[in-house]
């Protein structure tokens, strides 16, 4: 198992800047692909962005690239997503995952393949 513990939420004015960093422990060994997915009231939840630890590349949802950045640590502990130039648009509840490499070696932004979620944090931008 994975535990996954969030933090780094709150409440910004447009234009502004947040930082969330998802704390993991337990068997990372096992999961590859981390990222972040975010919920707003009465939407589906999106991907946002995912960081393949076994080489460190990265994908963003169009909405988000250019403005977000996910960065990792180098013993796959702790990583983050800064999140600049925020919209209300970006309002929403944040849940860091993480789950294996899909078959073609990549992360993917399907909801339905990460396992171990973190409890969630709020961001708030108005």
């Known amino acids: 198992h994975v535990q996954l513990v969030e933090s780094g939420g709150g409440s910004v004015q447009p234009g502004g800047s947040l930082r969330l960093p998802c704390g993991a422990s337990g068997h990372t060994y096992s999961s590859n692909c981390m990222g972040w997915f975010r919920q707003a009231p009465g939407k589906e939840r999106e991907g946002v962005a995912f960081?393949?630890?076994?080489?460190?590349?990265?994908y963003y949802a169009d909405s988000v690239k250019g403005r977000f950045i996910i960065s990792k640590d180098t013993i796959k502990t702790l990583f983050y997503l800064q999140m600049n130039s925020l919209q209300p648009e970006d309002t929403g509840m944040y849940s860091c995952?993480?789950?294996?490499?899909?078959?073609?070696?990549?992360?993917?932004?399907?909801?339905?393949?990460?396992?171990?979620w973190g409890q969630g944090t709020q961001v708030t931008v108005s």
């Open positions: 960081v393949y630890f076994g080489g460190g590349s990265t």
């Open positions: 995952a993480a789950g294996p490499v899909n078959e073609y070696g990549g992360c993917p932004a399907d909801k339905a393949h990460y396992i171990y």
